[in-house]
């Protein structure tokens, strides 16, 4: 009877759609500054991967800031360092800083951006990580990702 209701097109669509929210994930963050996970996993599927990242505090982007930022682990505080130089301009990010995998704008309160990045090159072998380059926010603001077999 679900078929029936449904039909064969519809189906479709929806297992398409399902497919494609697997290369998507939504962070939020706060302004008590923390993020709401502290593990994105992107699956072997992917071929690009999408992060939105929402700020569900009140405070502004000059003030209380967030971003979403991926590197290796290695490099993580590197970048974050780095990116305070840059200013919010640059969303305390080094411009063309090839260190870095992807990563979003700062927000504040009560906004939404996302990026998309290729994780073609990406390696099984290598630990990354995530984290908000808003300046002093890495030390709490961070988290891994994984990539799935």
């Known amino acids: 009877m679900i078929k029936k209701l449904l039909g064969g097109a519809t189906f479709l669509f ?3 759609s399902a497919f494609a929210n697997d290369c998507a994930v939504t962070v939020e963050s706060n302004d008590a500054m923390q993020f709401n996970t502290s593990n994105v996993v992107i699956p072997a599927s992917c071929d690009e991967f999408t992060v939105t990242l929402k700020h569900t505090g009140q405070l502004p982007k000059q003030s209380m800031g967030h971003n ?3 590197t290796t682990k290695a490099d993580g505080q590197a970048v974050a360092t ?8 640059n969303n305390y990010i080094k411009p063309n800083d090839e260190r870095v995998i992807g990563a ?3 927000i504040g309160g009560g906004e939404e951006t996302s990026t ?3 994780v073609k090159g990406l390696s ?3 630990d990354y990580m995530f984290f908000c380059s808003f300046p002093g926010h890495i030390g709490i603001m961070q988290g ?6």
């Open 124 to 126: 099984k072998d290598e």
């Open 116 to 118: 998309t990045f290729s």
């Open 14 to 16: 929806f297992a398409s």
């Open 82 to 89: 780095d990116g305070m130089s840059a200013g919010l301009d």
């Open 104 to 106: 979003t704008e700062i």
């Open 144 to 149: 891994t990702v994984t990539l799935e077999s």
């Open 68 to 70: 979403w930022v991926m």
